[in-house]
């Protein structure tokens, strides 16, 4: 069997988290350290890690601990696109081992896959995506190796009993894998959910052997 399932969200800065999850009190630049203590990873919108200055970078990985993974979304990022590229080699090597990989929800074509894993270099996966039969719209997989990423892409209306249906139809193609992946995206990402979908997971999978 596969390890535990690692549960994140797209980004840590949501309005509708303001009280619900972050303290009142809490000052904004101390939001990613507070969603680190309680989430392993998180996932990165292009639109987020592309504008982000060095110094930031920095910052960003300053403000978790060790054990805390970065995932990059590089859904329409090409092998022509050269100040993204440089911006993926910039945040390669600002986050150093913190940059777990990146994943791309749409297919990429071999120049565009040859680039992006230069640009991150070693020891980084690239999931990319991959069709399952009879899973609900609002779930994009992707994989590469021993990693497969989940994305759960708008968690309104869904609730435990729905996840519950969905980890137990990705569960064979999960527990075949090192490292299972699952993100929530929304406006806000349902909090409870991320919480909940961890322990879900390890009363489907059982015990391990």
Partial sequence: MGAGLLVGAEAWEHPGWDELFYPDDLPPEWRLTYYANEFPLVLLPAAVWRLAQPAEL????????????????VTGVT??????????????????????????????????????????????????????????????????????????????????????????QLSGRLQAETAPLLFFSGHPPPINLLRDAAVLWQLLAGPRP
Avoid: Y
Wanted: hydrophobic content about 40%.
């Fill in 58 to 73: 920095d910052d960003w990985r300053d403000d978790v601990s060790e054990r805390f993974r970065f995932v990059l979304d």
């Fill in 79 to 168: 092998a022509t696109d050269r100040p993204m590229l440089q911006q993926l080699g910039n945040c390669q090597a600002a986050l150093g081992e913190s940059l777990a990989g990146a994943v791309c929800w749409s297919p990429l074509d071999p120049d565009g896959h040859r680039a992006l894993r230069s640009g991150l270099g070693d020891g980084r996966f690239l999931a990319e995506p991959v069709t399952v039969s009879g899973l609900d719209a609002a779930v994009r997989v992707a994989e590469d190796g021993g990693h497969c990423c989940v994305l759960i892409t708008d968690g309104a209306g869904h609730d435990l009993k729905w996840l519950r249906g969905v980890l137990g």
